[in-house]
């Protein structure tokens, strides 16, 4: 069974003459252990379509099943609780609390859920340990790179053990070097640790690491191609005028 | 420890200053209230504990309600009651000593006992000498009296020593025949006469303060008591001793006024405290988007808030409640230092009930809760997207538009109730103005900064125009800035205007009065207060002294009316009229003041007419130690002295009647025509020595000695007034050091750019002269009226005064909004100026 899966999924802004359609009748669906990336020109529906497989937006028409639940159906506690158990978010800016060391942060989905704290502490250095960042647990963001800081995030994301995790330009702020290092960890974060993730990406490069790009233009998708490393990638991305 | 405490700690210990002007919003108000509710209790128990001793060792104390002196007789009514083994008159009053000899003290308590039935109702332990004896009642042999031992050792007197103090007749030279081991009321010097030589001191013949009796062995305490009420009739208090009652409620006034001052300060606070979490909302901003992405529900987005908001206020309240401690401390130490002496207090103790502790921590952690529910509101609703938006400006600009518009109306309301006429309304109404002009304050932030930043622009042209734009596009903080300005510059301007009317109405009174050429007064303004009273020999003196014409008296008694304690003066009216007059309320004159030869007429003073809620031709029952007596109001008039008292003017016939007095408390004289002022008021001198405890004014000492007291009563409403604004003060300080933290790297850009660290100071100090002026603008067109509202309602209770257009207050309004504009910009401008351009650019 999928993991994700939208039917029509439509976003509308605005009403009558300044109506926008930002996404158009999107039908997608990612299977566990998956990485698919979403690629397009600004504008073109990517960050919508994450928005609302998050339930962080609501849909105009159509529908988003996660894990088998519709969340159109669900109340907004609901798909909070959805969002804190099944989903991990990893933002462009890293988003972490500046207050809060970087076990604290990855911890926090945990504490939300109301882990208790010595559980949920050690469930985020085991996830630190994993995403390499073990000698700088007690660190503030503050005191982190970029690269790092994108790390922590990523361990934050996978601390609840989500079903999917989606991934909103996280390289976009970050250097080329530390944008690869993400890259390969969430390409391991699929791989290895078998979640399905989806990403929006402006980077070919960084794309090259999923198992399928989804080319979207004027809120539809337009292609939709699995690939198989960096050369069938670029073949895709020039059929779709990417390149 | 909870995510949301660490989380609220962490934020808090990041922005030190912000942590500690918000603080400080909440120190002050809790301080003055945990502070103040600790040394009342302290001053009220020192009273009781006082009256208590003073008759601790008596099974039962007989006083009259109103503390008047009454018959003497009416310890054989007592004496008769089943159970009472012995009952006797006392007479006590306190006696302030003349400067010279120096007897260590200002003031003794002189008790006046029977010496015969006295001993079967107290224990007099004789430690030197010999104790009163029946002999000692002859008025005409040598006066003897017996002090405690205590008292002997503090005045420096030994058995056979002297003793003078003063009496109606002039002063009374005692020997002391004995001292005692009996324990002394703390802070009190007793010297105990026997009773008719007391009687005769006080020119008050067969009169009693007091009846002391002893129960007989096995009586039932309770059934004796009820027996003995019955048997005194009504008018009388049994079993238990009032507190002076003048002084517990000047207490109690200052307690309110602190209180008050408590509350407007936490009010403040909490304008500070919701300034400060709005502007934390909008700052994580971000961080709260991603808490909501990352699965957090908004309640608890809200209780993060709120648990920021319980940490601040636990700090706030905690800090309030050592500083209030140290406060109480403080002030007791002083009021021990600075009026021990006069009141004869040694020490006060500070005490914190259980309720103080309540109310200081509930109205501080209420204040500071309560204040921040609206902005965690408003957190608790930012959406997850909200954490991958950029910033947006001007978010308040619908809510301040609509909120103008209420405002408007608001003040519309107000200015017609303020215009009605109407004693409630008028209050009301002054409400309602601050009301309307806070809820107004954001919409009109635009067009008055657009006024003021002219004349900055002026002087700071770049700078002046960017902190406009700056203050204009957050409307809704500078709005709460503004109110908050404006509120305390209001009660400033409020405040000065009741000072103006206050001071310019008692200047007035005080000019009627001086219309005398010489007074005669005890020392202290009140005629109540227990002082020695004069008798005929006095005025008689003083008529005789060569070159005095005419001469009039007051005589003073206290009485009971309802609840109410007033005042009755005894005035000989056709007297009173040569030589004085009083400031006649409306409808009243000297037609009415010569109805007082009726001994049923009074004239009432515009205080008594007030609490009573009488009106001339009204009658009122008046408890006198006669009984309850009608009286019906010839007239209002008001005289200096009493104005601030409910008073009852009765001829001095009807006084002596009633109450047994006709010693004078004040002798009021002009001199012949034509006769050399100066040499009069010499030979009244020299008559007067022989009163010591009377002083000699003539009309331009007198007047001098006024304006030095209307200049106190300034300095304490200035110092009021002063501390009322401090908390907006703190308001400024808040948004500017908000605003600087908030725009660190726009003010980082302006420094790439090229502008200089003064340039920065500059932007700073124009953001904080604009808040300040439209803030002042504000105060000084709410604060008139509010002085108006102030003056209407204490004469409404009875202080009549004309409105005074406040110039000086206006002045003074303007100068403390524009000292404050300088002092809360210091350290923001600082702060903003030192910034590093880069760290700023990089600031999140």
Redesign the interface.
Known sequence: MAIVETKGLTKVYGTGETAVTALDAVDLSLDPGEFVAVMGPSGCGKSTLLNLVGGLDTPTSGTVTIDGREISQLSDDEITRLRRERIGFVFQFFNLIPVLSAVENAALPLILDRGGSARAAAKAEEWLERVGLEDRRANRPDQLSGGQQQRVAVARALVTEPALVLADEPTGNLDSKSSEEIATLLRQVSSEWGRAILMVTHDPRIAAHADRIVFMRDGRIVDDTKIAGAESARDAMERVGLL | ???SF??AR??M??RKLRTALTTLAIVLGVMLIFGFNGTLPGMMEWMRKSMLASVGEVDLNVQSASSALFDQRVADKVAAVDGVAAATPVLRRNVTLPEKPDYHTTGITVIGIDPVVSPDVRSYPVAEGRMLAASDDDTNARPVAVIPASTAEKMGLAVGDELVVPAASGAMTFEVVGTLDSPVPPATDEVYVSLPLAQDMFAAPGRASAIEAAFEGGADEETVQEAVGDAVGDGYVIGSVTADSTLAAGFEVAGTIFNVLGLFALAMGGFIILNTFRTIVAERR??I??????????R?ILGLFLTESLVQGVLGTGLGLLAGWGFATVTAAGMSELVGDLMRIESFETSFSVSTWVLAITLGMGATVLSAILPAIAASRI???D??RPQLGDVYEKAATKRGWVGLALVAIAAGMLLSGNDGLIGLGGLLLLVGMSLGASAAVKPITDFFSRGIELVYRREGALARANLQRNPGRAGVTVSAVMISLALVTGIMTMTAAVVGGYAEYAEKATGTDYLVIPQGLMLSGGMVGAGPEMAEAVRSTEGVGDVATLRYAPAVVGDLTVQVVGIDAEEYAKVASFRYSEGSSDADLAKLADPDMVLANASFRAQTKTAKGDTVEVMTPEGARTFTIAGGGNDYINAKLPTVYVSQEALADLWGVTADVMVLANATEGADKAAVLQSLGATIDGFPSFKLYDALAWQQVQNDLFGQLEIVYYTLAVVLAIPSLLALLNTLAIGVLARTREIGMLRAVGATRRQVKRLVVAESFLLAAVGTAAGLVAGVPLGYVIVRSIGAVGLEFDFVWPTTGLVVTVIVGLLFAVLAAIIPARQAARLDVIRALRY?
Do not use: F, N, V
């Open positions: 420890m909870s995510i660490t989380l962490r934020y210990a990041g971000h961080d988007g991603m808490l909501r992405a990352i699965g957090a529900s908004r608890q959406t997850p997207l954490a991958m999140e």
